[in-house]
C-alpha cells in the first residue's frame, strides 16, 4: 500500500563501486558493486552509453503532414527499419543540438522549431543513459545528406498516419521509435 509520508529508503541499494570490464566505440560494460537494503552486496552488471536524441520530423505537403523519417539496416535485428532520425549526443553535446544535428545529417532538412516531448531510460534495470525525445516543425530542405562513414541511409515521406497504423510491424520495428511516436501523438492531443 503506498503511504505518502513513508520514504522508500527500503528500497535503495548503495554502489561502493564499479569496475569496466569491457569498452567499444559505443558503450562500456561496469560491474556495480551495490549494498542492499539488507546490508548484502551484489554485482550488477550495466551497459554505460552516451544519451541518445530521438526527433520527429513533421514536414507540411501538399498531400497533407508527413513524418521525414529514415530507411536503414540494423544489425542486431539483421533487417531494414524505418525510423525517426537520431542517434549519439556527443561528448559535450546537449540533446537538443544533438538532435537538430542527427535530423540535418541524416534527412537534410533543418527545423524551423522544435520541442521538446519527453525524456525515458531506455532499460534502466541495465542500462545507464537516456534518450531524448524531440518534434521538429517548419521544416526546411537543406540540400544533401551529411552521413558518417558507416551510415548508409534512405529519406522516405511517410503520411501521419501510415506510421500509426503501422507501428509495431515491419518496417516498424523499433521500439524506440513508438515512444517516440506516442510522445509525439501526446502532443497532439494537448490542448
Known amino acids: 500500500m503506498h503511504n505518502e509520508f513513508h520514504t522508500n529508503e ?17 558503450f562500456s560494460i561496469q560491474e556495480h558493486s551495490c ?20 526527433v520527429v520530423p513533421v514536414l507540411e505537403t501538399e498531400a497533407g503532414k508527413q513524418f521525414v523519417m529514415v530507411r536503414q539496416w540494423r544489425h542486431g535485428s539483421q533487417e531494414l527499419s524505418l525510423e ?19 535530423l540535418r545529417e541524416e534527412t537534410a532538412y533543418a527545423e524551423g522549431s522544435i520541442t521538446k516531448l519527453g525524456a525515458f531510460s531506455p ?18 530542405s537543406l540540400g544533401n545528406q551529411n552521413l558518417d562513414d558507416d551510415e548508409y541511409v534512405d529519406v522516405v515521406l511517410v503520411p501521419i498516419h501510415e506510421v500509426f497504423q503501422g507501428m ?4 516498424y520495428i523499433h521500439a524506440l521509435m513508438g515512444t517516440a511516436l506516442a510522445l509525439y501523438g501526446l502532443r497532439q492531443q494537448q490542448p
Open 10 to 26: 527500503h528500497l535503495i541499494w548503495k554502489e561502493e563501486g564499479r569496475r569496466e570490464v569491457f569498452k567499444c566505440p559505443i
Open 35 to 54: 549494498r542492499s537494503p539488507d546490508n548484502e552486496v551484489k554485482v550488477f552488471t550495466v551497459l554505460d552509453a552516451p544519451d541518445w536524441a530521438i
Open 84 to 102: 525517426f532520425p537520431g542517434g549519439v549526443c556527443e561528448i559535450g553535446e546537449d540533446p537538443e543540438t544533438a538532435a537538430v544535428r542527427e
Open 123 to 140: 532499460n534502466p534495470a541495465i542500462m545507464s543513459n537516456q534518450v531524448h525525445f524531440f518534434a521538429a516543425e517548419d521544416l526546411k
Open 168 to 171: 509495431g510491424k515491419p518496417p
